[in-house]
């Protein structure tokens, strides 16, 4: 797919780097593909992949694999680990851990707390991540020091993803249910969340990630947003019970139905999962002791894939929301097929639709809030020229490199 057009149309490569288009091309190599749709390799801006620390709920290897699968050949990592990501020595010993483990290419963000050697961390990372709220070992900011961060002169330019909940605005007591579990973190809090953040002066870019409501999107019409699959998809009325429990939560039917006619409409800016595995036994407590978070960067682009016989989603929505507009906010070369970006690509039979089956996805977790759910998985995914996938096989592992 070019830009927004179908067409029938070679790819030369050469060195990693798509170098030109054309009808009738040679090379050394040629492999025909020209039964099947080629998308640009997917690039997932926002997953945990959980190492260094919580290597029993994902790990480089396992999470990057599942990305190949998925079609996504680039992850960004968040920096929730333990420890967590803060400080020049701790991202430096954490790309150190995870060197030579990736399937894909991949970066990894910092925390942005108080006192954060900023210079330092932005030689190494791909971007900041501000948490507003505690979620999963995450420790939140407050207001003031939220505030005189954002003011930092050295983060003119530097990517930040907000994950914007206002806690002030949050519930006493343990949710017991989904709903009850939207209410005690409701729509309002986030709402809230973005007003603030979007008040404060910086010269950062500012990603809202994971929005759930319109009424945010709405604020943020001037800002990059995101929307991720669980939000657009699932609704706290799904008998998920603590599988769908995740923050901010899943909202009510009306909300999650507005929201998906929302991305419909090409409103929602990017999708990216928020993979966030826990194990099933973590997930196998009361409601209100379970972990939040849920697995999804394998079924990002197949879900999204499988509904475009049935529903209004298209193919130039879901190229521009998973491939093109995450590579462009990070400026990476990478999403596009287009002379000079990276030969990262992803091959798919669009008749080939399959059911999502937890136990056959590759995340350690095991399991996914999308069972059943119709799905387009890749038949090859190219990673910097290289076939690392080929019918339904990781042929070459270890191939991701930092971007
Ligand atoms: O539900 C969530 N889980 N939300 C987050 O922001 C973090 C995530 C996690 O790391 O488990
Ligand atoms: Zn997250």
Not at 189 to 213: F, G, I, Y
Not at 295 to 302: A, K
Request: net charge negative; charged share 20%.
């Amino acid at each position: 797919m070019l830009g927004n057009a179908l067409q029938t149309i070679c790819i030369g490569i050469d060195e990693g780097k798509i170098t030109v288009l054309g009808k009738d091309l040679e090379g050394d190599r040629v492999i025909d593909l020209s039964r099947y749709f080629i998308m640009p390799g997917g690039v997932d801006i926002h997953t945990h992949m959980r190492e260094p620390g919580m290597e029993h709920k994902e790990d480089f290897d396992t999470g990057t694999m599942a990305a190949a699968f998925g079609g996504t050949t680039t992850i960004l990592d968040m920096p929730n680990t333990i420890p967590p990501v803060t400080t020049p020595g701790s991202i430096d010993d954490k790309l150190n851990t995870i060197s030579g483990k990736a399937n894909v290419d991949y970066g990894v963000y910092a925390a942005l707390m108080p006192g954060a050697d900023i210079i330092e961390l932005k030689k190494r990372a791909c971007g900041f991540k501000l948490f507003m709220a505690e979620t999963t070992s995450a420790q939140p900011l407050v207001d003031d020091e939220m505030r005189e961060l954002l003011a930092h002169p050295e983060l003119a330019g530097e990517v930040i993803a907000v994950h914007a909940e206002d806690p002030s605005l949050f519930q006493e007591g343990e949710a017991q249910s989904l709903p009850d579990h939207d209410s005690s973190r409701p729509v309002m809090a986030e709402t809230s969340a973005v007003d603030k953040v979007l008040n404060m002066p910086t010269q950062a870019t500012l990603h809202l990630a994971h929005l759930t409501c319109l009424v945010s999107f709405d604020k943020a019409l001037e800002y990059s947003t995101e929307a991720t699959p669980h939000h657009l998809f699932l609704s706290s009325s799904y008998h998920l019970g603590t599988l769908g429990k995740v923050n901010p939560p899943l909202r009510n039917m009306k909300a999650q139905a507005s929201l998906f006619s929302a991305f419909v409409r090409g409103r929602v800016g990017i999708v990216a999962s928020d993979h966030a595995p826990h194990t099933l036994e973590e997930k196998d407590q009361p409601f209100g002791k379970a972990p939040s978070g849920l697995p999804g960067v394998e079924t990002r682009i197949p879900l999204l894939l499988g509904m475009v016989r049935s529903e209004q989603v298209s193919l130039g929505l879901i190229q521009a929301t998973c491939c093109h507009d995450p590579a462009t906010l990070f400026g990476m070369k990478k999403g596009h097929i287009e002379v000079g970006y990276d030969a990262d690509l992803a091959v798919y039979d669009l008749k080939d639709v399959t059911r999502i089956q937890g136990d056959k996805l590759h995340s350690k977790c095991g399991w996914t809030p999308f069972e059943n759910y119709n799905a387009i998985f890749p038949k090859y995914v190219m990673l910097g020229g290289e076939m690392i996938l080929s019918e339904n096989e990781l042929i070459i592992k270890g191939k991701g490199k930092t971007i």
